[in-house]
């Protein structure tokens, strides 16, 4: 799996390894591309988006509703919208059940607290 990252983040190490954890954990294949991007405020008012395309973006907000989301609120909501990715990679129903039941989960497995 090829992945990038851009805007500003914390902890790029931890994000790094995080990333590379949650791939291996959804099983994302090796040829999927993923460009994931921290931006100060998404459309809508979101916490992340994940977009269908080649390459397939994902975006993560710093900022939601008039405040700054941690930096763990922003992990959280890199793991649910993996799971999307993972939804288009296969093409599945993008189904926000799915990605809900699981985005804790997959957080506190993958995330690699070891490093914060």
């Given at each position: 799996?090829?992945?990038s990252i851009e805007?500003?983040?914390?902890n790029k190490a931890?994000?790094d390894?995080?990333?590379s954890?949650?791939?291996?954990?959804?099983?994302?294949?090796?040829?999927?591309?993923?460009?994931?991007i921290f931006?100060t405020?998404?459309e809508?008012d979101c916490?992340?988006l994940?977009i269908?395309?080649?390459p397939?973006?994902?975006?993560?907000?710093r900022?939601s509703?008039?405040?700054?989301?941690?930096f763990?609120?922003q992990m959280l909501?890199?793991?649910?919208?993996?799971?999307h990715?993972?939804q288009?990679?296969?093409?599945?129903?993008?189904?926000?059940?799915?990605?809900k039941?699981?985005?804790y989960?997959?957080f506190?497995?993958?995330?690699?607290?070891e490093?914060?």
């Amino acid at each position: 799996m090829i992945y990038s990252i851009e805007g500003r983040y914390k902890n790029k190490a931890a994000v790094d390894q995080y990333i590379s954890n949650l791939c291996k954990e959804l099983k994302l294949f090796k040829r999927l591309e993923i460009d994931i991007i921290f931006k100060t405020k998404l459309e809508g008012d979101c916490q992340g988006l994940c977009i269908d395309g080649d390459p397939i973006e994902i975006e993560i907000a710093r900022n939601s509703e008039g405040k700054s989301l941690t930096f763990f609120q922003q992990m959280l909501t890199l793991a649910h919208e993996m799971i999307h990715a993972k939804q288009f990679m296969r093409g599945e129903y993008p189904s926000e059940r799915e990605a809900k039941d699981l985005e804790y989960h997959l957080f506190g497995k993958c995330f690699p607290w070891e490093m914060v």
